[in-house]
């Protein structure tokens, strides 16, 4: 793994995009405390993936609780229902 600072990534962009590309992992810090983490897409989708598989395996495991059991669900304000008006 690669560490360096935000401001010395700005000037060797290209040079770490290419080290990622090749499977290397570089730690972007900033005030030496790491903020980012610049990897190449294919490890990106590869990490995504696995997230993913283990949320569908969690949901088919606990089907039985997450089951709807008849309680009224208010919806939240975050996400309201597009197919619902609001001063009903």
Do not use: Q
Not at 10 to 27: I, Q, T, Y
Not at 35 to 48: G, I, M, P, Q, R
Not at 62 to 82: K, N, Q, W, Y
């Amino acid at each position: 793994m690669c560490t360096t600072s935000i401001f010395e990534a700005r000037n060797n962009f290209s040079a770490l995009v290419k080290s990622a590309e090749e499977g290397e992992v570089v730690a972007l810090t900033r005030y030496d405390k790491p903020v980012a983490v610049l990897l190449s897409y294919a490890d990106y989708e590869s990490k995504a993936a696995k997230e993913k598989d283990w949320l569908s395996e969690w949901r088919l495991s606990h089907a039985d609780e997450l089951d709807d059991i008849g309680l009224e669900v208010t919806p939240s304000r975050e996400c309201p229902d597009p197919n619902r008006n609001p001063w009903d």
